[in-house]
């Protein structure tokens, strides 16, 4: 299903949404920052400003920017004056950490036990959207980040299938190569380096490792021998790479399987669109499935909206907005718009693609077995993210550097933030 009908099916649910509200007495103004300001999402958010406008409330977008187009400090401003938006579209843990111990995020927990939040979300997935065993955030994507993506012919060519373990994956990259094609597209972006070092950590060490090394960031665990083989995978993998091509964006990587000239990428599923898009316009078959693993594993990545205490009035407003975000029509079509899978263990996969389907089978499994682990993303704050992105890329452009080294540095890094 190409992208045109999942945003036009996206509308269509949307709209039976609006159609069915009731009418209410207004209410207070609702405040509300967000994202979601690109074409795929115009549709849909000018839709449920009218289901919020059916049901009484009058939406207001946050407005306000500074010099580099950042709105978060003057959010910090209002924040600070007591003058909060109802809503915003953040990470909960930055917002948590930040708003939190101010006593000034919201509860949701009245909505959360209505609808069963902690029966429909993985503990996981649950835990990254309370403050001190309250619900503060509304879920509303979900994305596996260690996808494997293939271009079917290009594999074909080289006699080898999607590989599922580090073994293969390395048998797999040698053919491809020695029929003329780059094993591996990689933009070497800072970002893009670290979500491949989830990625190989996942891979290789298994969920529990993970945790303890990338989300506590424990210093055991950075330092031990599971931590350095794979620093050393990681600078393997690079050997597959065209290093030739640096410091791309991952839609201009994704684009090498498309026109044919690389046969595997690592990439959250967030490329799911753009492959589609390419199939359905005849100019690639792909496939996907989970990033090579010696064991199961599923590393989620969430957004999500952050309630911040409100007065009264536009507190009803702030919970008829949660609950319109959580309803299965709309979690339906805003995923079904954006590539995404709902974060809801009982969603319904009929409406969605082949891979959407697969991730949700697997993250139903990987919440059953305890092998869901968040992104450091979802896990870390923005600053630490950004601090290890650059440990890890040093690591990655610099063969001298050992990956002792690269290991001291994220020690300290953690450390700092204790």
Same mark, same amino acid.
């Given at each position: 299903?190409?992208?045109?009908?999942?945003?036009?099916?996206?509308?269509?649910?949307?709209?039976?949404?609006?159609?069915?509200?009731?009418?209410?007495?207004?209410? =207070?103004?609702?405040?509300?920052?967000?994202?979601?300001?690109?074409?795929?999402?115009?549709?849909?958010?000018?839709?449920?400003?009218?289901?919020?406008?059916?049901?009484?409330?009058?939406?207001?977008?946050?407005?306000?920017?500074?010099?580099?187009?950042?709105?978060?400090?003057?959010?910090?401003?209002?924040?600070?004056?007591?003058?909060?938006?109802?809503?915003?579209?953040?990470?909960?843990?930055?917002?948590?950490?930040?708003?939190?111990?101010?006593?000034?995020?919201?509860?949701?927990?009245?909505?959360?036990?209505?609808?069963?939040?902690?029966?429909?979300?993985?503990?996981?997935?649950?835990?990254?959207?309370?403050?001190?065993?309250?619900?503060?955030?509304?879920?509303?994507?979900?994305?596996?980040?260690?996808?494997?993506?293939?271009?079917?012919?290009?594999?074909?060519?080289?006699?080898?299938?999607?590989?599922?373990?580090?073994?293969?994956?390395?048998?797999?990259?040698?053919?491809?190569?020695?029929?003329?094609?780059?094993?591996?597209?990689?933009? =070497?972006?800072?970002?893009?380096?670290?979500?491949?070092?989830?990625?190989?950590?996942?891979?290789?060490?298994?969920?529990?490792?993970?945790?303890?090394?990338?989300?506590?960031?424990?210093?055991?665990?950075?330092?031990?021998?599971?931590?350095?083989?794979?620093?050393?995978?990681?600078?393997?993998?690079?050997?597959?790479?065209?290093?030739?091509?640096?410091?791309?964006?991952?839609?201009?990587?994704?684009?090498?399987?498309?026109?044919?000239?690389?046969?595997?990428?690592?990439?959250?599923?967030?490329?799911?669109?753009?492959?589609?898009?390419?199939?359905?316009?005849?100019?690639?078959?792909?496939?996907?499935?989970?990033?090579?693993?010696?064991?199961?594993?599923?590393?989620?990545?969430?957004?999500?909206?952050?309630?911040?205490?409100?007065?009264?009035?536009?507190?009803?407003?702030?919970?008829?907005?949660?609950?319109?975000?959580?309803?299965?029509?709309?979690?339906?079509?805003?995923?079904?718009?954006?590539?995404?899978?709902?974060?809801?263990?009982?969603?319904?996969?009929?409406?969605?693609?082949?891979?959407?389907?697969?991730?949700?089978?697997?993250?139903?499994?990987?919440?059953?077995?305890?092998?869901?682990?968040?992104?450091?993303?979802?896990?870390?704050?923005?600053?630490?993210?950004?601090?290890? =992105?650059?440990?890890?890329?040093?690591?990655?452009?610099?063969?001298?550097?050992?990956?002792?080294?690269?290991?001291?540095?994220?020690?300290?890094?953690?450390?700092?933030?204790?």
């Amino acid at each position: 299903m190409n992208l045109d009908r999942l945003r036009s099916r996206a509308a269509i649910l949307l709209a039976m949404l609006m159609g069915s509200a009731v009418q209410v007495a207004t209410a =207070a103004e609702f405040e509300v920052l967000h994202y979601f300001t690109n074409d795929e999402y115009a549709g849909a958010m000018t839709l449920l400003r009218g289901r919020m406008a059916a049901q009484g409330h009058a939406w207001r977008d946050f407005s306000g920017q500074d010099e580099h187009g950042d709105p978060i400090p003057l959010l910090r401003k209002r924040m600070a004056a007591r003058d909060a938006p109802a809503a915003v579209q953040l990470l909960p843990v930055d917002a948590i950490a930040e708003w939190g111990p101010q006593a000034a995020l919201g509860n949701l927990d009245g909505l959360a036990k209505s609808a069963g939040w902690d029966r429909l979300l993985p503990e996981a997935v649950a835990e990254t959207l309370k403050y001190r065993g309250r619900y503060v955030a509304v879920p509303v994507h979900l994305h596996r980040n260690n996808r494997l993506w293939t271009n079917t012919a290009i594999l074909a060519r080289a006699g080898v299938r999607p590989p599922a373990t580090w073994e293969q994956f390395f048998v797999a990259a040698e053919a491809i190569r020695r029929v003329g094609f780059v094993p591996l597209a990689h933009g =070497a972006q800072s970002w893009q380096n670290l979500h491949l070092l989830e990625t190989v950590v996942l891979g290789s060490a298994g969920p529990a490792f993970y945790r303890r090394a990338l989300i506590e960031l424990d210093p055991a665990a950075l330092a031990s021998p599971e931590m350095e083989r794979a620093l050393l995978l990681l600078r393997r993998l690079k050997e597959y790479t065209d290093t030739r091509q640096p410091e791309r964006d991952w839609v201009t990587t994704s684009n090498d399987l498309i026109r044919g000239r690389a046969g595997m990428q690592l990439m959250g599923e967030w490329a799911g669109p753009v492959f589609a898009d390419a199939q359905a316009a005849g100019r690639i078959e792909y496939a996907c499935s989970a990033a090579p693993a010696a064991g199961p594993g599923y590393i989620f990545a969430l957004d999500s909206f952050v309630m911040l205490k409100v007065a009264p009035g536009p507190a009803k407003a702030q919970h008829d907005f949660a609950a319109a975000l959580v309803s299965p029509p709309l979690q339906q079509a805003l995923n079904l718009a954006k590539g995404a899978l709902p974060p809801w263990l009982d969603a319904d996969p009929a409406p969605f693609g082949p891979c959407v389907q697969a991730s949700m089978s697997e993250y139903r499994l990987a919440a059953r077995s305890g092998t869901l682990v968040p992104s450091m993303g979802v896990g870390l704050r923005p600053a630490m993210v950004e601090t290890l =992105a650059t440990i890890v890329t040093d690591f990655w452009r610099d063969e001298r550097i050992a990956p002792h080294t690269a290991i001291k540095r994220m020690i300290a890094a953690g450390r700092r933030t204790r």
